[in-house]
């Protein structure tokens, strides 16, 4: 299950240079459309409980739903990746790292509370 | 510039095991801390020209802020992919082909405004 | 429990105005902060269960936090009717009686998945 | 241009409890369609230069797109401030104090760099 990025990042230029879209695709423009996207994946299931969540992704048609929106998401951060000079794979390693020595985990342990203040 | 999609979901879940944060981890809870990140990413560039967001990104400094919640978001995607039992290279493969389909580089050709409007 | 809308529209304006902010108060840059302070609402209560939001609640330093976040969207909401030549009020009360004929009670009673799927 | 937020709470209120919608008007819940909702305020002008926004701003139909998604944030706001019970204009009131005293006229003026480091 590798993600080739470097696969992503080019075709989504070449989409975007295709449709002379990349005038439009500054950082801030991008991150509004992640933003867009964020807000259709958390309008899937903003009423639901949890047992429903299940239910949907049980069904392949719910999971096609959720799927689609995390793929736009995905695309759109590729795009930014790019579009700013980042290395993906390189800044999810680092902050793997951060995190870990961040929330040690005899401190935090079970503790949700802890957590969200510690981020603050 | 390969994303070892297994390794990240992998270390990812070791992480949440770990700390015994899984149990907050639900699809509706993840949608929540993405939001939360895409904010913060949002925040950095909100009152910048593009010029000043292009001088942001020429440091090494502004670039590792952005970096920083580039990779929050991946992590928390990678995450949700995981816990939906989604594919991401399947799905973003897909999202491309519909997206191909969907914007025609004939009728779109340089045209935003026609974008957001089929979009919505 | 009034909300002078002229009131705190002058109010925000002329906050700007003092500092020489208006130059950065586009409709998108304004949309961006908005996004942001979602976020910043969005990450007090995402690893919480609802008895422990009703907890947090319960408190005057819990109930406090979630004030602030509240109140930051209202003021960029204020902020962006205004510069956009809305009418808070009439765009309400028009988008209560759009929702109550789109959501016929009969119809609708009790099912959160229709209404979601309604919705999108 | 007073807005009456007792009556606005109280229909959006009766609106619920009409639909038997309450059990689903969890804070988490109605944060999550409030960040939906800003998603769909977002998507609108996110390919837009400030140019196109001022002109979609002048037509009726594109201030009245703008509009409904102003109102639709607006009303799950007042909704978040009724459950949580927060007093919002004592809140928005509160909150304009703050501010005023956090970014000092003669240290942000015309300063918008600063002002994100602050706040971060």
Same mark, same amino acid.
């Given at each position: 299950?590798?993600?080739?990025?470097?696969?992503?990042?080019?075709?989504?230029?070449?989409?975007?240079?295709?449709?002379?879209?990349?005038?439009?695709?500054?950082?801030?423009?991008?991150?509004?459309?992640?933003?867009?996207?964020?807000?259709?994946?958390?309008?899937?299931?903003?009423?639901? *409980?949890?047992? #429903?969540?299940?239910?949907?992704?049980? +069904?392949?048609? =719910?999971?096609?739903?959720?799927?689609? $929106?995390?793929?736009?998401?995905?695309?759109?951060?590729?795009?930014?990746?790019?579009?700013?000079?980042?290395?993906?794979?390189?800044?999810?390693?680092?902050?793997? *790292?951060?995190? #870990?020595?961040?929330?040690?985990?005899? +401190?935090?342990? =079970?503790?949700?509370?802890?957590?969200? $203040?510690?981020?603050?």
């Amino acid at each position: 299950m590798g993600f080739d990025l470097t696969y992503a990042a080019k075709r989504a230029e070449e989409f975007a240079k295709l449709r002379d879209w990349e005038q439009f695709h500054s950082l801030k423009n991008l991150s509004m459309a992640l933003t867009g996207e964020i807000g259709e994946l958390v309008e899937i299931t903003q009423w639901m *409980s949890d047992e #429903e969540v299940t239910e949907l992704l049980a +069904t392949s048609e =719910g999971r096609a739903r959720i799927e689609e $929106e995390v793929a736009d998401i995905a695309i759109y951060l590729v795009r930014i990746a790019q579009r700013a000079g980042i290395d993906l794979s390189e800044a999810v390693e680092r902050k793997f *790292s951060i995190n #870990e020595a961040r929330y040690p985990v005899d +401190t935090v342990r =079970g503790t949700s509370v802890k957590y969200s $203040e510690r981020k603050s």
